[in-house]
């Protein structure tokens, strides 16, 4: 992605809001997958992750939420392949 110089405070605060989500466990499976870039901030202690959170910059936090947006859909989509049976999208 090129860099995001023009991100407004509100478009921030969202994405802010998400990665504080995001740190705590992984939304779909609800735990700390070890292939999550997330996975080493979700073992710290309070305090330091909320230090490493201050460092992010705009493009990290387009980039996390990004990540994860995609990570979210491929999870879902595989349920939803594995409940109903089928092999290949769509379902």
Not at 11 to 25: P, Q, S
Not at 34 to 45: A, G, S, T, Y
Not at 53 to 66: E, M, Q, R, V
Request: proline share 8%.
């Amino acid at each position: 992605m090129g860099d995001i110089s023009d991100i407004t405070v509100q478009k921030r605060t969202e994405l802010r809001d998400n990665v504080l989500r995001l740190a705590v466990a992984c939304p779909v499976e609800r735990c700390n997958p070890v292939d999550c870039p997330l996975f080493p901030v979700r073992q710290m202690e309070l305090e330091p992750r909320l230090q490493w959170f201050g460092t992010l910059s705009d493009n990290d936090l387009i980039y996390l939420n990004a990540y994860h947006f995609v990570c979210m859909k491929t999870k879902l989509e595989l349920q939803a392949r594995e409940k109903c049976g089928c092999q290949s999208p769509p379902c």
